[in-house]
């Protein structure tokens, strides 16, 4: 049964289009890879899917229901959020922050229990930040905000987390752990992973990972391509997106598995 089932979708601000003829299943155990330039379309194609836009056409499904006529609070049982800039105004504790990622299973009034609050402390052990629980939300980096922000979408134990760009301006480190924590969530827990990234390398590594894995190349409003990363990703399609000239080079490890990765050489047009 798939998750998430978008038909012929399009979205347009007034007479503006977006994007159009846009159509895509994502199932448990799967990330969807959103790649794209700036100004593409991929971050309005997550806000409807979010609710915060509609779609102006087409269908949209949630577990086989009508995804435009969900309400915001039975969406939330269904896709939590991981955005990719979240302010910082007020000194949360870390565990206060992650136990509000309960709340779409809170009555209007009601504050959340002890059980509750362990769950936002399992929540951050298993994204392995335990140790931050009574920091100052506003005391951490930009890695341990993005990290604390997947443990707040898992605790709302939502069958789909959307996450926009996750290691945007990231060091090497906090890249890798966050994509080995995404890596770790769907791999045990069966989780659909839809995500927007400038790095065609994040699906390529998700793939090494033996994880099902779909990449859609979004160009211009459209999808140029849709499919598995090794298929999908080649020089002539990063050149269309991009206008860059590019190699693919493919690794072997020590223990026999293999890696491929895209690496951008000079630029060759000005989009």
Known sequence: MSLVDVRQAAFAYGALPVFEEITFT?????????????????TTLLDCLLGFHAFTSGSFQLMQKDGARMSPRRRAHVMA?????????????????VTMGRSAHLGF???????????????LERIGIGHLSRRPYTQLSGGEVRLVMIARALVQQTPVIVMD??????????ELVILETIAALVREKRLAIIMATHFPNHALYFQSQHLQTTIALFHHG????????????????????????????????????TIRHIIPLNTIKIL
Not at 26 to 42: H, R, T
Not at 81 to 97: A, C, D, L, W
Not at 228 to 251: F, M, S, W
């Open 81 to 97: 959020y991981v955005p990719q800039i979240h302010e910082r105004t007020f000194p949360y504790s870390v565990r206060e922050i």
């Open 222 to 257: 459209r999808f140029l391509s849709v499919g598995v990363p090794n298929a999908v990703i080649d020089k002539e399609r990063i050149e269309t997106l991009y206008g860059i000239q590019t190699d693919v080079i493919t690794i072997t490890r020590a223990d026999g598995r």
């Open 26 to 42: 994502v199932n448990p155990g799967e990330i969807f890879c959103l790649i794209g330039p700036n100004g593409c379309g991929k």
């Open 165 to 174: 760009e996750p290691t945007a301006h990231l060091d090497f480190h906090f």
């Open 109 to 123: 009034f009601e504050s959340p229990s002890h059980k509750d609050r362990s769950q936002a402390d399992a929540a």
